[in-house]
C-alpha cells in the first residue's frame, strides 16, 4: 500500500462531499470497472510507455522485426505518443494487405516498410515475435510480481455493505484492457468466484457462455487478450495451456494478445469481437436499473474504447454513470468533452488530481488530491477516510 500519501485533504470539505457521491454508487447494483495499464504501476508492471521501452530495447528481435519496427516508427512521426500496440496494429493492416494479394494471385504480394520489401510470412512472424516479448517482459520471469494492492482492490469491491451480509451486491464486472493476471490471481487468491470466458482449469478452453453461469461474482472481459491465452493453428479462439504441458501436434503455439488475427477479425470467431459486445452489453442498463462504470488507471487513450463509453452514455437515457479517476489536473480531452456537454455533463464524475467536476460543480484544488492513484482508490473503496 502507498502509506505514504497524504490523503487527509479529501476526507474533509469540499471532497469529503465527493466521497459521499462515490460511497452512495459503489452502494448499488450494476458496478462495471475499467481497468488500465495504470493499475498494474504498483505491482512493479510497466506502463504501456515503458512496455513500449522494453520492448524496443529488448535485443531479443531478430533483425527482420527490429528493422519493421523502425520503419513502422518512422511512419509515426508526430503522432501523439504511439505504443506498441500502435505498431502491432500496423503490422497487422499491413499483414492483410500481402495476405489479400496472395488469396488474389497477384504477382506483387508484398508490402513496403521504409523502401524494404516484406511478405505476410515475414509480417507474420515479426508480429508473433512480438507478442511474445511483451508477454516475456509482463511474465517477469526473474522476480516475483506484488500483488497486495491488487487483493485489497477485490476485497473492498466485493465486501458486504452490511457486516455479517454475505449476499454483496450482485456480478461485479471488470472491462480490462491490461494482458496481465492480476485480477484473475488476486481474485482467487481471496476466494471471489468469477468467469474469464475460458472453461477448464489450468488447461482451458475459450466457452463465453461461462459468462452467463449463475452465481458467479465477477466477470473479467479480458478486451485485448491475456499473456497466458495461446491459439492453435486454425483456431483463433483462446486456450490456455499450462506452462509444463507440451503440446506437439500443435506447434509453437502464438500468443493471444490484441490485435486480432486478420482472418477472423470481425467475425463471431474472433474472440475480441465477442468479447467488445459483451462490453457493451455490461454498460447497457436494463429500464428500471443503473450502471455505474468506474474508470481506474486509464487515460482515454484508445478512441474506440472512449466510443463505445460515449455511445454508452448517451443512449442510456441517464441510467449510465461513469466514475473517472485521471491524473490530469483538470479534464482533458475526452473527459473535458462530457463534461461540457450539457447532455451528459451529470452522469460524468470526473476525481482529478486537482478537483472534483460533475455538472455545474467545478471544485477545484491547490494540492495535490492523489486519488487517482490505484493504491489510493483502494484504500477510499475499502472505506479509509
Known amino acids: 500500500m502507498s502509506a505514504s500519501d497524504n490523503l487527509e485533504a479529501i476526507w474533509t470539505a469540499p471532497f469529503g462531499d465527493a466521497l459521499d457521491a462515490l460511497d452512495a454508487l459503489m452502494a448499488q447494483h450494476g458496478r462495471v470497472f475499467l481497468i488500465g495499464a495504470g493499475c498494474s504501476k504498483c505491482a512493479g508492471l510497466p506502463l504501456m510507455e515503458e512496455l513500449t521501452a522494453k520492448v524496443l530495447g529488448s535485443g531479443v528481435l531478430d533483425a527482420d522485426t527490429t528493422d519493421i519496427l523502425k520503419g513502422i516508427q518512422v511512419s509515426f512521426a508526430g503522432a501523439s505518443g504511439p505504443n506498441i500496440e500502435d505498431y502491432l496494429s500496423e503490422i497487422i493492416d ?27 510470412q515475414q509480417l507474420r512472424e515479426s508480429a508473433e515475435k512480438i507478442k511474445r516479448t511483451i508477454s516475456d517482459i509482463i511474465e517477469c520471469s526473474d522476480k516475483k510480481i506484488d500483488v497486495a494492492v491488487h487483493r485489497e482492490f477485490v476485497k473492498a469491491v466485493h465486501r458486504p455493505i452490511r457486516p455479517g451480509k454475505t449476499d454483496g451486491l450482485g456480478c461485479v464486472d471488470y472491462l480490462c484492457l491490461n494482458y496481465d493476471t492480476l485480477l484473475e490471481d488476486t481474485l482467487a487468491l481471496e476466494r471471489i468466484s468469477f468467469s474469464d470466458g475460458l472453461d477448464g482449469g489450468v488447461t482451458g478452453w475459450w466457452n463465453p457462455t461461462v459468462f452467463e453461469r449463475d452465481g458467479i461474482s465477477s466477470r473479467i472481459f479480458k478486451l485485448h487478450g491475456s499473456i497466458n491465452w495461446c491459439e492453435f493453428d486454425g483456431d483463433p479462439l483462446p486456450r490456455r495451456v499450462a506452462g509444463n504441458v507440451n503440446v506437439q501436434s500443435e506447434g509453437d503455439k502464438r500468443i493471444l494478445i490484441w490485435p486480432a488475427s486478420t482472418k477472423y477479425r470481425e467475425t463471431q470467431r474472433d474472440p475480441y469481437a465477442q468479447l467488445a459486445e459483451h462490453g457493451r452489453r455490461a454498460l447497457r442498463a436494463a429500464p428500471g436499473s443503473q450502471k455505474i462504470l468506474i474508470t481506474c488507471g486509464y487515460r ?16 442510456s437515457d441517464g441510467r449510465l454513470t461513469v466514475v473517472v479517476f485521471t491524473s490530469d489536473n483538470d479534464p482533458q480531452g ?52
Open 94 to 120: 499491413l499483414l492483410a494487405i500481402a495476405e489479400r494479394r496472395s488469396e488474389r494471385g497477384a504477382t506483387d504480394n508484398q508490402v513496403f516498410i521504409k523502401d524494404k520489401q516484406y511478405s505476410g
Open 300 to 315: 482515454f487513450g484508445d478512441s474506440h474504447i472512449n466510443l463505445e463509453i460515449d455511445r454508452a452514455l448517451r443512449e
Open 334 to 385: 475526452q473527459l473535458k468533452g462530457w463534461h461540457d456537454d450539457p447532455a451528459i455533463t451529470e452522469q460524468v464524475l470526473i476525481f482529478a488530481n486537482r478537483g472534483f467536476f460533475h455538472g455545474s460543480n467545478k471544485t477545484s484544488s491547490d494540492a495535490d488530491l492523489l486519488w487517482w492513484k490505484f493504491e489510493n482508490l483502494t484504500r477510499l473503496l475499502g472505506g479509509k477516510r
